[in-house]
């Protein structure tokens, strides 16, 4: 094991290879995996069924990160900053004087920092001259988000703006084995290996499934920080208790093209769902589609009605290209990419594509806008999709509801609230 691939890294050794590492490493911390029956790694507390036939136990909650057992040691080097000096970044595009506004506000000071931007607000864009300030400082940087697609669509942008910096991108299914490298893109799940290693942590859309309230990582940012380290969390939906959380706060509420964040029309058609049951279609989608004018999302509450309804528009529309796509849905990342080059003019999803994927020319349909899985955040973020890019800032938001729905109206205030507070020009201090 290489020593630089320990630093600020949490790696699970047996107790018996602990001794010989030590020897070799006189920097290792090491500590009991479990302790006083609690996981050092996750702290859950370990249960009685979480027990080897060799009478030993082990931590059930973080199985998927390897197992964990009191035949265990976590073992870690200090994170060392041994990075060569930063030349350069290549980025060629501008901030607006409110993305500029807020960079300085971060800036100013080295607490934690939370930025509610609205969607399209240009949140990485932002991030940029941050990232540059801090690899100046020779410091260590983590750019997490909770979900790979959002991942995947970062990761490449970071790399075409620093691409002389060495920088590592982790997921579950990520084929890169792990290296120590001065700038590391992960999921958030990912930084429950990491201790003490970072002085800049950023976590994206960190209201996001599966983070927030999530009891396995709870702890993971304050502990993959450094003491000294600060924590930027990003989010366009922010919940009450990140806004409470974080004593420092930006606000952004105004698009980087200027146009205002589409307003969401809500059309009642109570039956909606007997009549997809019955293979026909709401009379305003089928005229939507027959209009067939531009790219669309369409959201169902759930993967039955995706199947359903791309099966039922294949039937009316044989000639439009349509596909549908759900969490289960391993050729996920490949249909969203269908739709980038446009060779798809329709996909149905479940609330998986509300946030992390950004489409020009883009209308959204909410089919049971009503339904308990669209929350009011996952709505704003729906309706974040459209309106983009300057090329057409805005689009179609149509949200259908069998009955009046109390979070469709709150999305709704609170858009008309954000363009409001947006075209009074931006106030940045919460
Ligand atoms: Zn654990």
């Known amino acids: 094991m290489l020593m630089s691939n320990l630093y600020g890294r949490l790696v699970v050794v047996r107790n018996t290879q602990a001794q010989a590492l030590q020897t070799k490493y006189p920097q290792l911390q090491v500590q009991a995996a479990i302790k006083d029956n609690y996981c050092q790694r996750c702290y859950a507390q ?9 009478g030993h136990r082990y931590c059930g909650r ?20 041994r990075f060569p000096p930063f030349e350069n970044w290549q980025w060629s595009g501008q901030l607006t004087a409110a993305q500029m506004q807020v960079v300085a506000e971060i800036n100013h000071h080295q607490h934690h920092h939370l930025v509610w931007a609205v969607t399209g607000a240009g949140k990485t864009e932002m991030l940029f001259p941050i990232i540059a300030q801090a690899l100046a400082n020779k410091q260590r940087i983590c750019i997490a988000a909770p979900r790979i697609d959002v991942i995947l669509e970062i990761a490449p942008r970071i790399v075409a703006v620093f691409p002389n910096i060495p920088l590592v991108v982790l997921y579950g299914q990520a084929e890169e084995p792990y290296h120590y490298t001065q700038l590391v893109i992960c999921t958030t799940h990912q930084l429950l290996n990491f201790t003490a290693a970072f002085d800049l942590l950023v976590i994206d859309e960190i209201d996001a499934f599966p983070f927030v309230n999530n009891p396995l990582l709870k702890h993971t940012p304050k502990r993959a920080l450094k003491a ?35 307003r969401i029309n809500v059309r009642q058609v109570s039956k909606w769902r007997q009549l997809i049951n019955t293979q026909q279609l709401p009379a305003l989608l089928t005229k939507y589609l027959q209009q067939n004018k531009h790219q669309c999302l369409i959201f169902v509450p759930t993967i039955r009605e995706t199947k359903i309804l791309e099966h039922i528009i294949q039937r009316h529309f044989k000639t439009l290209a349509i596909m549908s796509v759900s969490a289960q849905d391993l050729q996920r990342t490949e249909k969203v990419q269908l739709m980038r080059q446009r060779k798809i003019q329709y996909l149905i999803t479940t609330t998986i594509l509300e946030r992390g994927v950004t489409l020009p020319d883009i209308d959204v349909i909410i089919l049971g806008a009503d339904h308990p899985n669209f929350t009011s955040r996952s ?4 309706a974040g999709r459209v309106g983009r890019k300057i ?5 179609l938001v149509l949200a259908i509801v069998s009955q009046p729905s109390w979070q469709v109206l709150v999305a709704q205030l609170t858009i008309k609230w954000l363009n409001h507070q947006a075209n009074k020009g931006v106030k940045h201090e919460l």
């Open 46 to 54: 370990i249960m009685k069924a979480w027990q080897l036939p060799n």
């Open 62 to 81: 973080c199985l998927q990160f390897g197992r964990v057992t009191t035949q265990d040691i976590l073992v870690s080097v200090p994170e060392p900053n």
């Open 228 to 262: 000294t380290g600060r924590l930027i969390g990003l989010t366009a939906t922010p919940t009450v208790r990140h806004l409470l959380q974080f004593q420092k706060r930006s606000y952004l509420p105004a698009r980087f093209h200027g146009h205002p964040l589409p």
């Open 379 to 382: 709505l704003l973020q729906i």
């Open 391 to 395: 090329s057409r800032p805005t689009g």
